[in-house]
């Protein structure tokens, strides 16, 4: 069984920056590619960042292109977002993922089968 779980969250400034990190259980995270989502109160659940299996490439929901990093650490079954100059919108419950499913888009909650519990973080104006 897959657990992963998030740590990392908090409240913070406009402007201010956050690491959250997801650590996952089990021998083959270095086999899968990771993602990250979030979901505001009210909204659905919106893809963020995405690293594949190897770290050659990375992706990014457009609203946070150039304020957020996403990247891994095979060693340490770890994957993890930084985030820049943090807004008000960023906040949100911020969840980690794996994919079990390559077809489809890394974009779409569906090709996830294992998620955390959530790390809530909130950036007040």
């Known amino acids: 069984q897959v657990q992963l779980v998030e740590s990392g969250g908090g409240l913070v400034q406009a402007g201010g920056s956050l690491r959250l990190s997801c650590a996952a259980s089990?021998?083959?995270?270095?086999?899968?590619?990771m993602g990250w989502f979030r979901q505001a109160p009210g909204k659905e659940r919106e893809f963020v960042a995405y690293?594949?299996?190897?770290?050659?490439?990375?992706y990014y929901a457009n609203s946070v292109k150039g304020r957020f990093t996403i990247s891994r650490d095979n060693a340490k079954n770890t994957v993890y977002l930084q985030m820049n100059s943090l807004k008000p919108e960023d906040t949100a419950v911020y969840y980690c993922?794996?994919?079990?499913?390559?077809?489809?888009?890394?974009?779409?909650?569906?090709?996830?089968?294992?998620w955390g519990q959530g790390t809530q973080v909130t950036v007040s104006s």
């Open positions: 089990g021998r083959t995270f270095s086999s899968y590619g």
């Open positions: 993922a794996r994919r079990t499913t390559y077809t489809g888009s890394y974009y779409y909650t569906t090709t996830y089968g294992y």
């Open positions: 690293i594949p299996q190897s770290t050659g490439s990375t």
